[in-house]
Nanobody
Framework: QVQLVESGGGLVQAGGSLRLSCVVS????????MGWFRQPPGKEREIVGY????????AYADSVRGRFTLSRDNARNTVYLQMNSLKDDDTAVYFC?????????????????WGQGTQVTVSS
């Protein structure tokens, strides 16, 4: 059974930084592309970015490009989301997801497994 567990969320002031982690267990981590999504209060889930199996291809939503960075450590079965210059609009529950597909992975439908989410709250 594949499990994803996010950590690292919390309360941060605008302009600050957080690093989210997502640990995958129950399967071969390197077989999966990994995505981060977020769901702001009262809104639908949206893509933050994704990283392919090798870590060579990253893609980001326009709203976070240049501020957020995805990385992965296949030896630790972990994907990271480094978030800098945080804004009020970044307040959301953040989810990681794992998927076997390749190509454009912006849609939640492309992923097979999901974590339970971690809350990020940015205060101004």
């Amino acid at each position: 059974q594949v499990q994803l567990v996010e950590s690292g969320g919390g309360l941060v002031q605008a302009g600050g930084s957080l690093r989210l982690s997502c640990v995958v267990s129950g399967s071969t981590f390197s077989n999966y592309a990994m995505g981060w999504f977020r769901q702001p209060p009262g809104k639908e889930r949206e893509i933050v970015g994704y990283i392919d199996r090798s870590g060579m291809i990253n893609a980001y939503a326009d709203s976070v490009r240049g501020r957020f960075t995805l990385s992965r450590d296949n030896a630790r079965n972990t994907v990271y989301l480094q978030m800098n210059s945080l804004k009020d609009d970044d307040t959301a529950v953040y989810f990681c997801a794992a998927g076997r597909k390749v190509g454009n992975l912006q849609s939640p439908d492309e992923y097979d497994y999901w974590g339970q989410g971690t809350q990020v709250t940015v205060s101004s």
